[in-house]
Each structure stands twice: as structure tokens, then as C-alpha cells.
């Protein structure tokens, strides 16, 4: 396939250490995708790394993950077939991408792809028990309160139509925007499919904190409504 077509968004911030072999792994498993880097603002060598790498660099207005990705969709113009997310930290192998956008060519009703860290135990890698219990509890409360029945809803990497999220607006401001797509895509009529994945140690300082938890819970219960 030509993955010219395929658009992959990572919102970065500080993240020196992971995102140079985050777009090197990318760059070797797809066949030149557009890569575009929004940075909020960061202090080391998270642009300089990027923009040697090939990346696009968009620098944030404002903070936050959710903010960053709808800056991103505002700054494309076209040409873009299907949009990939993954963190910048080296956490999600994008070896996975093909295999998800490989679904979504064969199933026009499939509307996002996402990868389910939690299928089995050993696929955990080093996410910490505490990160483990909050992750199960919020999707626990997801799946329950919203209906939109997915086994990892907060997961980082996950493949969606540009149709789709074109005309996206996140009100999303943080770590919260994945909830909001879950149930984004849901309401326009498409299906998600989750695929299992293997999760990595993060490169760098681990940016989600206890209080995050708490706002996509609130994101949770206002998605309900």
C-alpha cells in the first residue's frame, strides 16, 4: 500500500529522549507518511530532533494533548486518507500500523482501529500497577456509563478516517481526548475495532499524573450525558 495517504499526528512535549526513535521505528515501517509533530512549547531538543528527522513541526498555541491534535486537524489541508495517533515517548510499536490500517481498507464500516494494551497480562511491558488499576477502573466506568464497549479506550495508538475527524473540534483540552473520539466516531455511525498490542517502557519523564485521571473521568460522564 502507499502510505503516502496516511497522515500520523504525535503531540509532543520535552520528549528528547523518545521522539527521534519514535519517528525512525515510524519511517521504517511505513513507506513515506506525512509526519506531523505538534510541539507545546518545549524546552529541550524535542523540535530540533523532529525537524531533522523529517517531521513537520507545528508549534502549539495553548497546552494540552487535546488541544495539540485539534491544531493539528486545523492545519491540514488535504490528501489525507487516514489519520494515525501515537505517542511521542517510544511506547507504542508502530510496527502495528499497517495491520490497523489494513482493516480499515477492507471494512468501510470500521471506522477506527485502535491497539488494546490489555488483551493479555504479558503485553503490559512496564506500565505501573497503579497506571494498570486506573486504566481498568476509568474503562470499566467508560464501557459501562457510554455503551461504546472497548477493552483499552485510553489507548495512545489507534488509526482513524480522515473523513471522519476532518472536521473534528476536540473540547478536549488534555489526556481526555481519546474518550471524546471513542464515542466522536461511535456517533457517526462507524465502528472500532481494537486489535492486541505490546506497550513499551516510555523514554523520558512520564507526563500523565494522578489528576488526569480525574478529568477523563469527568470527560467520561459528560460524553454520558
Not at 4 to 28: D, P
Not at 38 to 61: C, F, P, W, Y
Request: aromatic share 8%; glycine share 10%; with cysteine.
Amino acid at each position: 500500500m502507499d502510505y503516502s495517504c496516511v497522515l500520523v499526528l504525535i503531540a509532543a512535549l520535552n520528549e528528547e529522549e523518545g521522539i527521534g526513535q519514535t519517528l525512525s521505528e515510524l519511517k521504517k515501517t511505513l513507506d513515506r507518511p506525512a509526519l506531523l509533530v505538534v510541539d507545546g512549547n518545549s524546552t529541550d531538543k524535542t523540535v530540533e530532533i523532529a525537524r531533522v528527522m523529517g517531521a513537520e513541526v507545528l508549534v502549539q498555541r495553548g497546552r494540552g494533548k487535546g488541544n495539540a491534535i485539534g491544531q493539528a486537524i486545523m492545519h491540514v489541508n488535504g490528501g489525507v486518507k487516514y489519520a494515525a495517533f501515537i505517542d511521542a515517548d517510544f511506547t507504542y510499536p508502530s510496527r502495528y500500523l499497517p495491520e490497523m490500517i489494513r482493516i480499515l481498507e477492507e471494512n468501510p464500516s470500521v471506522g477506527m482501529v485502535c491497539g488494546n494494551r490489555f488483551e493479555d497480562e504479558l503485553n503490559l511491558g512496564k506500565l505501573h500497577d497503579i497506571l494498570y488499576f486506573g486504566n481498568r477502573l476509568l474503562a470499566f466506568v467508560h464501557n459501562f456509563l457510554n455503551g461504546v464497549e472497548l477493552k483499552d479506550p485510553l489507548t495512545g495508538l489507534r488509526v482513524v478516517r480522515w473523513e471522519i475527524v476532518r472536521d473534528w473540534a476536540p473540547k478536549s483540552k488534555g489526556f481526555d481526548v481519546e474518550v471524546e473520539l471513542n464515542h466522536f466516531v461511535e456517533k457517526k455511525g462507524f465502528g472500532i475495532v481494537e486489535i492486541p498490542i505490546h506497550y513499551r517502557d516510555r523514554l523520558g519523564e512520564k507526563k500523565l499524573k494522578l489528576r488526569h485521571g480525574f478529568t477523563i473521568l469527568r470527560r467520561i460522564m459528560v460524553e454520558s450525558i
